[in-house]
Every structure is written in C-alpha cells, then in structure tokens.
DNA sequence: CTGAAAGCGCTTACAG
DNA sequence: CTGAAAGCGCTTACAG
C-alpha cells in the first residue's frame, strides 16, 4: 500500500500529457530537445506519479545495468566489512548497484562467483583477489584491488608504506628487535607489509619472520607460536600483518605473564573492529577504504562509458580489461594505541621506567 | 577474447536453425512443447555457441529480476561476514542474486538503501533490522530476521535458547554468581539472551546485567567495565552478548591480574572469527546461519512466486508483505573453549584445585 | 522542438 | 508439435 512502487511508466506519463514517449523520455534524461515548459510539465506530472525508470527496461535497451559485481575471496574474512561497506557507498554515489559473489575461500568457486555475476550482465567487476590468483579474463572491465606489487592490481593501499610506519613508531621508540607475524608466504599484501617493515630496521637492528602457516603446519593448528621463548631471545616489537594475528600474539604474551606495553610491543594491520575495545588497545595501520573505493569505481565506471561509446550499438566487447587508475596506492595511517605504549623501551632501559598505568 | 560471453540469444539460435525463438525458448526451458529431437538440437547448438538466457530481457518480460536485496543496519557489524555469505550462498542456490545496500547504521538511512534497492526491481528484500526498527512496507516481499520475539520476524536464531546454553553450562561447572553484559537495552537480540540468561539461574544464584552503552554514558567512551570490583563482589561468571564484549572483558579481567578460566569464566556469543585464536579460547555459542538464511531465502522464494502467480499478467503488486516461514527459530550451539575451562569452579573451592595449564 | 518507429532479449497466450 | 505476434519499458537514430 505503499507509494514507493507505484509501477508509472514513460508511457503512461506520454499518454497522460498527450506527448510520445520519446519526449518523456528525453525531457527526463534531461537531453535539451524538448522545450523548457513542456520539460518542466513532464517534470511536474513525473514527480507526482512517484515514477520511477525501470532499470530493467532501460538496461535492455542500453547494454548497461548499472550494476557491479564484488568478488571476495572469503567473505568470511574480517576486512569484508569495510570492503563491502566502502564499495558499496562508492558505486552507489557513481549510480550503480553492487551484486556480491562469495567464493568461501575456495579458488574454483571464484571462478564460479564470477561467472554469476556475469550471467547477471553485470557491467564491471571489482575483485579482491585471494593471495596472488590470477583474475581470469572475462568480458567485463575488471577492477582489482590487492597490492602495489601485485601485476594487474588497480588501485590498494600502500602496504609497504605502512609497514615502514610501524617500524619507524616502533624503532622510535627504542626497539632493535622485531618479531614480524604473518600467516602465509604466499600473500602480496602480507608480503609488502612484511617488506616495508624490514626496509626500515634501524641500524643496529634486527628482524625475523615467523609464518603463522608454517607453523602451524609442525605444531599443529591452533598451537602456541612460542612468543615466550622469542622474549627470552630479546624480541621485543612483535608485528603482525593483521589485527587477528596481532591479538592472537597479545593473549599468547599476556598469558604468558608478559606485560604489554610494559615488556614488550605489538602491533597489528586493518584497525578490524575488536583492535580498540580491548585492554590494552593494539597499535596498528588502517587503509583508507574509501578513497581506495572511489578510485576504483571511478576507473571502472571510465572504462565502462568508454567501452559502450567505443562500439558499434549493436555490438557487445568481449574482451576484459583490467582497469588502471592514475593513483595506485593510498597511503595507511599509523593508529598509535596501547599496545605500544611510550614506556615499551629496549630490555636493558627497562628497570629504570616508572610503574606503567596500564596493566 | 574469452569464451565466456560470446552474447549470442534467443534469435541467433532460432535463425541458425530455421525455428522461432519462441520454440528455442521453450525447448530449452523444458516446457515440453516441442519434440524430444528438436529439443535435443536446440540445448545442442544452445550449448555450442555457449548461449547464457539475458537476465535483462527475461526480467522485462516476465517483471522478475531474479535478485534479492540485503539490508543491513551496518555492514560494519563483524557478524556481517557470516550473514552476508549465508544469504548469498542460500539466494545462489534458489537462483537469486544479491544486491547489497548498507545504512551505515543510520535509520534514515536505511529506508534510503530500501528504496535504492526497489528502484533495482529487487523481487524480494532479506533485512537483518537495527535494533528494533519497524521495517516500513515496503511493495515487494521481505523476510525479517531479528530474534523471535520481535513482531514480524521471520525467522532467526533462537538468542534465548543460546542465553539458556550458556547458564546451563556454567551452572554446571559451579558458578552462581553471574555478571551479564549487555551493550544496548534496546536490542531485541540482545534482550532474548539476557533474558534465556536469567531463565536459567541456578536456585541459589544471581544475576546482575551490566549494559555497556549507559555505563559508558557515565564514564565515558572505552572505559574499563571495572569487572575487578566485580570480581571482588564475588561475581565469578561473565557472560556477554557478543564475542566482541566478552573480548573486552577477557582483556581486562587479565589486565587487573585475574586468571581465566582459573578465577573467573568469561563466555561470548557469535563465534567471531577471533574467538578460536585468542588464548585462552573465547567459549561462545554459534548461531546456524547457514540454516537461518535457507529457512529465509525458501520463505521469500515462496512469497515471490504466489505474488506473481496470484496476479493478472500486467498487474505489479503494490502491497509488501512481510514473510513467514514455518520454522521462526533455529537453535544455536555453544561452543566451549578455554574461558570457560573445567577449572573454574566456585572461590571458595578454588584452592582445592590443581594447578591449571592454562595461563 | 516533437513524434513515429524500431529494437534490446525474452516469454506467453493464441493460432495453426 | 510448432510459429507468428505482441509486448514488457526504455532510448536512439531518423523524420518532420
């Protein structure tokens, strides 16, 4: 009983003033071959309709659905929210709608999400891809968002930057030794993470990697990375390439009777949701999701006009683009919280600090 | 250049074949009009020319759109994953895909991102509502999932059987005293399980709810619960709404030198994707979503079908209905881990224990 | 400045 | 069993 969904149509409105369809239509789409009064009237009696185009109707007729697809790896993952969110209110403001496709994590699946979407005509994709696959050329301009490094990649943060950021805020701080916590070998981004914060050791510093994956792989899934014994051996940053791997550092410290930021340091990536609701809040680098959005509909949405304009009406491209944007990365922030607190200094200045507030 | 979508329809199959298109559409929709062989050389050439139906021109015609639209009241919320994949799982397999909008946790906002996904011709809308909101009627059918108790839910996961589980199962392992924290009074879902909670108390228990919004209200944003003084009041069982609270209160319970589970338990809901990684482990109780979104899906489907059925070809529906299914609750499962380890027992019998692994 | 016509790809009565 | 026709709602050349 709504108004919302009146169901008018241009026809409808056409017979109603006594004018064609055509003229609604371009009255509507604002194109300047109709007079301004006759316009404003069609205006007038539109508004009063509640009508709405059929996206439908015109998509037939155009080639164009003005709808996008989002691709994830894993929906699952705990960065999918703010993807989706800042994906979501990018190609919305750009006038489009966005069809979501899981592939639980699973790369044959990816293929199958994507192929969905395509027989949904939708009009670009933007994919996040899953550890370094390869998007599969497929018919639409591709949009892909992953790393720096990554050939093909379109527009993402600038992970390498930020892991630079968090060892300056770390070396600044007085620590040497870093313990750097990723979880597979195999991923660019944890890799650009990884590899800026070692490009930025101080001089007398050192760094070592532990992969979560691997160890996993002799300990067992779920076992204890071992901080304890890398406390003895004078670690005292432990930086993670993810605010998961970050809080699984943190509790296993804690638990261990470790203080943090009193002993040691940790710092995490992604700023995900729980990061500073706990005690103490983590130290970590947030993209900027928004801007890295934009930038990618924008470059889709060019790709697309130019695509349509480019071709005969009737024809359809079937060659698919990767799309490339003018700015390819955006910088992270450094989110400085507790976990890196000021008093975390290097073992031997320890004993000379003041009681620490947080424990 | 690929295989995927060589954009051939209807026409170019009838004409290389010398049949009309209605009979291609038929044979290949199995409407059983058309003779076995013929119908055989249709899929045939169908198949090897890679034809793929155009969602666009079956929805103009037949008025369905064959895509659902998901409501959220925050896209943010960390249980989004695990809704957002459910749903989209569930819709793929009914033939259905999902078109997001997101309210970025703003009311007004979210009966923007409705019509958004009206003026898309969605057939059918899925809304996880916020807090408590009335969803308006809106003219296409929409399955509601909030919690039982909510008027016009359509199905959802039983929070108070899951509030039941999780008192039961410390009641078990001897706790009497329990503090339940909330974050907003307001919440349905939130209530239902306090509520299941508090049904379950063991005879000579108590409870005492704490809800973080009004405490935060006093104290300000982020801080401490002061679960210390909790502690020391003899509350020995704390259990939160959300993974995302009891995380919380982990840390700062182990922050003021209390060990969990030895001295105090700690329980979340939701199963977050951290819950598993922290040490020691988050005992929580899980929701089937799997399930939740398939009772959901099959309701609209259902409602989509009748809805154009019912009506005389031309006539659109103006009238929303909200969707029943009937199944209007699933059950949830807890999950135990760590937090709620056997060692916890009552203080009085705490020094009777063993030492536990667990630090 | 305005209108009649064609057609995007499909499905559904209706004839034959 | 098969086909011709109509039409879903729109936009775009093309005439007038």
New interface residues.
Partial sequence: ??V????SSLNEIATLLGVSSATVSNALAGKGRVSAELADKIRATAASLGY?P????R??RTGR???LG?VLPN????L???I??AI??AA?KAGY??????S?GDIAAQTAAI???????VDGIVVVPRRGTRV?????PVAVIDSPSTPGNTVSADHWQGGQAVVDHLAELGHRSFLLIGNNPDSNVQNDRIGGMKSRLPANGRAEVLWIENHEKNKGK?A?LGLKDKVAEGFTAFCAVSD??A??AL??L????IAVPEQVSVTGFDD???S??????LTTVRMDMGTIAEIAIAALSRAIETETKALPEQL?T???TLVTAEQKSVPMALVVRQTSGRRALTPQKMDLLPEGE??
Avoid: C
């Fill in positions: 009983m709504s919302s969904r009146p169901g709405t059929s996206m439908t109707g998509a037939l659905t003005q709808v989002l929906i699952a993952n705990p999918f929210p703010q989706a969110q979501e209110q919305s709608g966005v069809l979501i496709a899981d639980h192929n969905r979407l395509i027989e949904r005509s599969a050329d497929i018919g639409r779920g204890p998961l791997h809080l699984r509790t296993e804690q638990g261990a009777g995900l949701v729980f500073s609701v706990i005690t103490p809040s359809r079937t060659s698919g947080h424990r």
